[in-house]
């Protein structure tokens, strides 16, 4: 899965609200940010004034933040969730069998990907892999190990 920079990037509706909340955040953090380097400018000469570089870099990270969040949620396409259709899908709850026990994982849209909270991006090597399966299919994906199987045991 390609993603270009005019392409639609699908994925949850509760994706989509995470990152609208994201960016609200981001936002109110931004008037503190823009005061702390005032007041570090004000300091003195800035050729070895570290707070005021510290604080450019820190409103720096956070624009260039702000800017991904905002470009993402301009190009989200929100996707209906499956609902009972038995196929692999964005929005799927998959329970998949391999050689270390049962997983269960949400599938979600290629920027909303995070293992530690069992949301396996469609864009993923595993997730590609399950995308239009159904239970019972056996899959291959690639890993920085080799390739590895997998069994999609069910969908919800």
Do not use: C, W
């Not at 570290?50 to 870099?57: G, K, M, S, V």
Request: hydrophobic share 40%.
């Amino acid at each position: 899965m390609s993603l270009e920079k005019s392409a639609a990037i699908p994925m949850t509706a509760a994706g989509f609200e995470a990152l609208k909340a994201e960016l609200a955040e981001l936002s109110g953090r931004r008037p503190a940010l823009v005061a702390e380097v005032a007041a570090a400018r004000s300091q003195g000469d800035l050729s070895e004034n570290f707070a005021y570089h510290d604080a450019r870099q820190n409103l720096g990270m956070l624009d260039g933040r702000i800017q991904t969040v905002e470009n993402t949620l301009k190009r989200a396409q929100v996707v209906e969730e499956p609902g009972g259709t038995g196929v692999a899908r964005i929005g799927s709850t998959v329970v998949v069998r391999d050689d270390f026990g049962e997983s269960s994982y949400v599938m979600v849209g290629p920027t909303e990907g995070n293992m530690a909270r069992s949301l396996l991006s469609v864009a993923s090597p595993l997730g590609r892999a399950l995308v239009d399966r159904r239970a019972g299919d056996t899959v291959t994906f690639k890993t920085p190990d080799g390739e590895r199987k997998a069994t999609l045991v069910s969908i919800t």
